[in-house]
């Protein structure tokens, strides 16, 4: 599979998503993998641990869940512009919430 090349039809957005610690972690996550499922926990920890130099200053990347996961609907536009959709979806009886973040 081709390496993932976000495209940038505006240099607004690509300032953003490189001004942003949790677009650039998933814009490495989209490189890496063409999509991406899970809960916003599972999603903090392979960002954190896959991408450490991105995600280990707590003041710019989001400690917690809920922090994490308003930072994501921030940056949604752009990274959308750019080639990445981002999803929220409740799965099963539960209704867990679950994060899907693929190639457009």
Do not use: C
């Not at 308003?70 to 512009?81: K, S, V």
């Not at 009886?93 to 190639?103: A, D, K, T, Y």
């Amino acid at each position: 599979m081709g390496q993932f090349e976000p495209k940038i039809n505006n240099s607004g957005d690509q300032a953003t998503v490189e001004g942003n610690p949790v677009g650039l972690a998933i814009i490495k996550l989209v490189q890496d993998d063409v999509r991406w499922s899970g809960t916003m926990t599972e999603l903090k920890t392979i960002l954190r641990n896959r991408y450490p130099l991105l995600t280990d200053d707590p003041y710019s990347f989001p400690r917690q869940e809920n922090k994490l996961s308003a930072a994501i609907r921030r940056i949604m536009p752009p990274l959308r512009r750019m080639g990445v959709e981002i999803s929220f979806a409740r799965q099963g009886q539960s209704g867990e919430r679950i994060l899907r973040i693929e190639r457009a």
